[in-house]
């Protein structure tokens, strides 16, 4: 019988027990997993908002390459001197906003993922390396004297307008590269530069361009000119110049630059062509006429991300710099940082 009351309190303290046991392991995995999360997404967060928090770049330091000297300055005084360098002041105002918002990403991308590249610097004031960049009080001598207070001011409204914007693509700054004229038609990057390109640089067309004169230019070269710059680069290229396809553009990319052109018995790419021949653009045609060959172009730069003149066209038409932003870089936001 006491065997019998043993077996009976043993078999009610296992039944007590058991729902204990699975209320406290169901509640240890509620709690645990959401604040583990809750960690995680906060860590994700802070990294992600530190890489690219507008405090800590609202003073740079930048290489000037004249000199080999680096200066320290504000962010937004830096901005009015890359403004003023990269677009006419006599462009519409809401185009030099989206050039203001353009350079202050591009600058912030520079220090994101170029740390290191100028040693002491976040950048440098050279176009072929970072982007163009001039002093207020060469900028104001390169003006006309009665146009310089109003062209100042205009660079600094289209700076201080928009202030601590930066254009972002899921949630990053992003490589926002510009040019003067694109023709009509924006090129995407891999077809520039190689690599993987970005989502947010496609190719993408702009009316108006044709009224600006960096549209259009011509490069007339003698035959023996043509030759001698390519053999700087190809010294076995030999030119029959008596053959109908002597030269020919042999493929077009999709916005109808040149990928590839035949020089007698070599292929090179259009962006070749374009760099020994001193072009403006890799959107050409190419006529011979009797011993000059010439390279009808059409646009102005590399071609890829924001044309400055569409980008004046637009404005002219009554587009914000916002509109004239996200029709150039597809799919992306503009952001306070």
């Given at each position: ?204 067309q702009t009316s108006g361009e044709d009224?600006?004169k960096q549209y259009k230019s011509e ?9 001698d710059k390519l053999k700087s680069k ?104």
């Open positions: 019988m006491r065997k019998i009351i043993l077996y009976i309190i043993s078999f009610v303290l296992i039944c007590f027990s058991i729902p204990m046991i699975f209320t406290k392991k169901f509640q240890n995995e509620s709690v645990d997993k959401p604040i583990i999360e809750e960690q995680k997404n906060e860590k994700l967060d802070n990294t992600s908002e530190k890489e690219y928090d507008y405090k800590q770049y609202t003073t740079i330091n930048v290489l000037h390459t004249n000199n080999n000297q680096i200066e320290e300055m504000k962010l937004d005084n830096y901005l009015y001197g890359v403004v003023s360098a990269e677009m006419p002041a006599d462009f519409e105002i809401e185009a030099l906003k989206a050039q203001a918002v353009v350079a202050r990403t591009y600058t912030i991308y520079k220090i994101v993922n170029n740390a290191g590249k100028h040693e002491g610097a976040n950048i440098c004031d050279a176009s072929i390396c970072c982007q163009a960049w001039i002093s207020k009080e060469d900028r104001l001598a390169k003006w006309e004297e009665n146009v310089r207070e109003s062209n100042w001011n205009k660079i600094m409204q289209a700076v201080n307008e928009t202030v601590g914007k930066i254009i972002t693509y899921n949630n990053s700054p992003i490589n926002a590269f510009f040019h003067s004229n694109s023709g009509g038609t924006t090129e995407i990057p891999i077809n520039v530069w190689g690599g993987n390109g970005y989502p947010y640089l496609q190719v993408v009224n600006y490069v007339i070269l003698s035959k023996q000119e043509v030759l190809h010294p076995d290229i030999n030119i029959d110049f008596n053959q109908s396809d002597c030269i020919k553009i042999t493929e077009k990319t999709d916005s109808g630059r040149v990928r590839t052109i035949k020089f007698g018995n070599i292929n090179i790419s259009g962006v070749e062509t374009r760099t020994l021949l001193g072009l403006k653009s890799t959107n050409f045609n190419v006529s011979i006429e009797n011993e000059n060959i010439k390279f009808s172009v059409i646009g102005y730069g590399h071609g890829v991300g924001m044309s400055q003149t569409g980008a004046d066209s637009m404005a002219k038409n009554g587009k914000t710099y916002e509109e004239i932003i996200k029709h150039f870089y597809v799919g992306v936001e503009i952001t306070n940082i």
